[in-house]
């Protein structure tokens, strides 16, 4: 179970951003590197072969995918024709980072890639990430500007040099202005977005929420006071030269967030909001699933609270194995990682055990979604989008309660996080995004007419072909849902079509030890469905998982792991986020307990050969805090449990797949 043992932190990680640049300039330190990266170039567009011993080190070769990244530049080449030669840009050369450098193609667009060049001059990283487009200069304009309550905010607007004709504009809102201690981003990354509204006819402006990267005001995660300051936002950029009067909001993640914060204001001015992977309450946010608290939040908040450094540490899990086994008090995990007190860590910690307390009703916006009246479209990936299941809640709630739910669109597909709304010029956008996000755009700040805003209000990703299945309603009226029972017979665990009169099967949380996800260590039980010949499995929506279980402690985390074993072997996650509950007991130790829960929306198929594996465990540490599995549920503690699954027609352990 490789995956399991080296891969298991992934379900902590939300991808929250996009690639971000600095680009370096062409010195002569740099300038003996130029001909092997015109190689690689050159070499790709020729014969489609890279000779990977000479210009790659071997670190590199050894774990690169060549196939992939052959595919990649193929595709680049087929767009876009050959590359011609490079542009290095702006500040000096320093080969121990990672660098930037645009390859220029023949349509007048640069291909943006990150290098990192060692010391030999050898290649140990390459990664594509989107275009620019060097025919637009822009006019970047700094400005603070001021909130209702006297905040000043730190904005930035975007139009075209020379250009004085007011035209629709674009609002991004972002806790990311600056990443690796990069204060100059907007000069590139976010300039490179800005692009992409202006090459479409609109204007766009950048901000920095309250207390981040040279605003003003304290930062609070998932505030409601993000809705006034977006709608505070929306007036001043309304009123300015730049702008006709029409606006849009725009974002993925927290800058989606935002968004939606910005939709709740129904300025007047606001015409459409295309929000990514956007959560709205702190307490269900891929930080929180289900209320299981997921310890790369502390990561998060240390930057959000710092300004310094990157959303996650590299290493982090390792970091956190090394110096936290043992400690069982998490309020204070901030000192020990990194010296520092986070209040918002604090926060979260001290109010974890009871999610009804008033710190989790002040950190969310989800319960005044229901009063967006602007058209409002809800985007999200299946494939590594950790927020993508508050997307699906956020428009469920508004599909129940919302008057203007008929405002409301959701749009589900097989992408990543960062990849719902632009950045680097739109080429992260699937072919699907890249045909509607502009013409979108214009229906709503234009007037020009397409046929995708009459499309209808729910688009999601099909298993077959490149083809999204349209309704109005979600979940999605698929043909059938099938039911699979959990059976156990001596060491074998099985997903069976029936249930048998298996024996109860019990796993350990032993909070002092990390789990290797190897069965016979105890820490898991591990269930397999082999697909045989004629048979397949389509999901596209949720799993139910209707268990009876038994703990022998007042209360405990439950988790659900969920993924595929292919017929060569290798293993992937059908989940990106995390699925489970908590557990708790009432009643004497060991009484069973019929538990309830549901996966976040999946999108995968089955065939032949393949197996459907569901692992369940309760201590996924260092990626996910430990329960204390104590009474009152408090994070002051380290206490070790026992689950036991029961597993018969008494106790039908099961749960009910949407099949598409």
């Known amino acids: 179970m490789n995956l399991f043992k080296k891969g298991i932190y992934l379900l902590s990680i939300t991808i929250f951003f996009s690639a971000f640049a600095q680009n370096y300039e062409s010195t002569p330190s740099s300038r003996e590197y130029r001909k092997k990266i015109v190689f690689i170039c050159h070499q790709i567009s020729a014969s489609s072969e890279l000779n990977y011993s000479e210009n790659f080190s071997a670190e590199f070769v050894a774990n690169i995918d060549k196939s992939t990244l052959l595919e990649n530049f193929q595709g680049i080449y087929r767009a876009h024709g050959p590359c011609t030669h490079i542009k290095l840009a702006s500040l000096p050369f320093d080969p121990t980072k990672t660098i930037y450098y645009h390859f220029f193609l023949s349509d007048n667009q640069f291909a943006v890639f990150s290098i990192k060049l060692q010391d030999d001059g050898k290649i140990s990283g390459l990664r594509f990430h989107g275009t620019d487009d060097p025919t637009i200069n822009l006019d970047i304009r700094e400005q603070m500007i001021p909130m209702r309550d006297g905040t000043l905010l730190r904005t930035f607007s975007y139009v075209r040099q020379g250009d004085n004709t007011p035209r629709s504009t674009i609002i991004t809102r972002t806790p990311y202005l600056v990443l690796n201690d990069n204060p100059r981003l907007y000069e590139s990354f976010y300039a490179v977005t800005a692009k992409y509204f202006i090459r479409r006819g609109h204007n766009f402006v950048l901000q920095a929420i309250r207390g981040t990267h040279g605003s003003e005001g304290q930062y609070k995660l998932f505030h409601p006071h993000e809705i006034n300051d977006g709608y505070d936002t929306i007036e001043w950029a309304a009123t300015q030269s730049f702008c006709d009067g029409k606006i849009g909001v ?50 998060y908040i240390r930057y959000n609270q710092t300004g310094h450094g990157n959303a996650w540490t590299p290493n982090f899990a390792a970091l956190a194995a090394q110096k936290l086994l043992d400690v069982p008090l998490v309020e204070n995990y901030d000192e020990i990682l990194f010296g520092q007190d986070f209040s918002e860590w604090n926060l979260m910690v001290k109010n974890y055990s009871d999610l009804s307390a008033p710190f989790w009703k002040e950190r969310q916006i989800f319960d005044r979604l229901r009063d967006i009246q602007v058209p409002t479209y809800h985007i999200a990936g299946m494939r590594v989008d950790g927020d993508m299941p508050d997307v699906v809640r956020n428009f469920e709630e508004i599909n129940r309660n919302s008057p203007y739910k008929n405002n409301h669109h959701l749009i589900l597909g097989y992408w990543d ?56 309603n979600y979940p999605l009226p698929l043909s059938r849902s099938s039911k699979l029972f959990f ?110 829960f549901q996966s976040c929306p999946i999108m995968k198929k089955f065939q032949e050969g393949e197996q459907l594996l569901v692992i369940f465990a309760s201590n996924l540490f260092p990626s996910v805090v430990r329960s204390s599995n104590s009474q009152t549920g408090e994070l002051s503690s380290l206490n070790d449990a026992n689950i036991t699954l029961y597993q018969s027609s008494e106790y039908p352990s099961s749960m009910a797949i949407s099949e598409e």
């Open 487 to 596: 059976n156990h017979q001596a060491n074998t665990f099985t997903l069976d079509a029936t249930t048998f009169d298996s024996s109860p099967a019990s796993y350990a949380f032993r909070s002092l030890e990390l789990n290797n996800f190897d069965p016979s260590s105890g820490q898991s039980l591990i269930y397999t469905k082999v697909f045989k010949k004629g048979e397949a499995l389509n999901i596209n929506g949720t799993i139910d998982f209707n268990l009876y279980l038994s703990i022998d402690t007042p209360q405990t985390d439950f988790l659900a792991i969920i993924a595929k074993l292919g017929v060569d072997g290798k293993e992937e996650f059908v989940t990106n986020c995390l699925n489970g509950t908590r557990i708790k007991n009432d009643g004497p130790p060991n009484e069973v307990i019929n538990v309830h």
């Open 417 to 472: 996080h960062g990849n719902s709304t632009p950045a680097w010029g739109g080429s992260n956008l699937s072919p699907f995004m890249q045909e509607r996000f502009g013409a979108l755009l214009n229906y709503y700040l234009k007037n020009v007419d397409t046929p995708f805003a009459h499309a209808p209000r729910v688009q999601v990703a099909s298993n077959f072909s490149d083809k999204f299945i349209e309704s109005d």
């Open 250 to 299: 725009t974002g993925t993640s927290y800058d989606g967030f935002t968004s939606l914060a910005a939709a709740i204001s129904n300025h007047p001015a606001l015409k459409v909001v295309l929000a990514g992977g956007s959560p709205s309450n702190l307490a269900t946010d891929a930080f929180m699933p289900n209320g299981i608290l997921i310890l790369s939040a502390l990561d």
